[in-house]
């Protein structure tokens, strides 16, 4: 199996910005897609960003222009930067990772905080 360690989480204040780190145990260039979620108290949980193998990118329409996911191959990690953080990006960011060899598979990370305080 493929194990997600996330790290990065923490407070910060509205428009002040925070650098999520996701280091996996294999190969990043093995894996299909990895990504970020995100869950807030009593909400679904939900796409922030998204990097497939060839190093196209998909995003939330609330996090567009805000966040980047880039990706350190050597590293085994992804990473989203978050900038002009509003209390609304408040949640639980968790890192997901989609293998397609030998079957189709989603992993998750434990999950890492985000506050931010108005």
């Known amino acids: 199996q493929v194990q997600l360690v996330e790290s990065g989480g923490g407070l910060v204040q509205a428009g002040g910005s925070l650098r999520l780190s996701c280091v996996a145990s294999?190969?990043?260039?093995?894996?299909?897609?990895m990504g970020w979620y995100r869950q807030a108290p009593g909400k679904e949980r939900e796409l922030v960003a998204q990097?497939?193998?060839?190093?196209?990118?998909n995003y939330a329409d609330s996090v567009k222009g805000r966040f980047t996911i880039s990706r350190d191959n050597a590293k085994n990690t992804v990473y989203v930067q978050m900038t002009s953080l509003k209390p609304e990006d408040t949640a639980v960011y968790y890192c997901?990772?989609?293998?397609?060899?030998?079957?189709?598979?989603?992993?998750w990370g434990q999950g890492t905080q985000v506050t931010v305080s108005s």
């Open positions: 294999t190969k990043i260039f093995s894996i299909r897609t």
């Open positions: 997901n990772a989609l293998v397609l060899i030998p079957q189709a598979y989603t992993y």
């Open positions: 990097i497939m193998r060839d190093g196209s990118t």
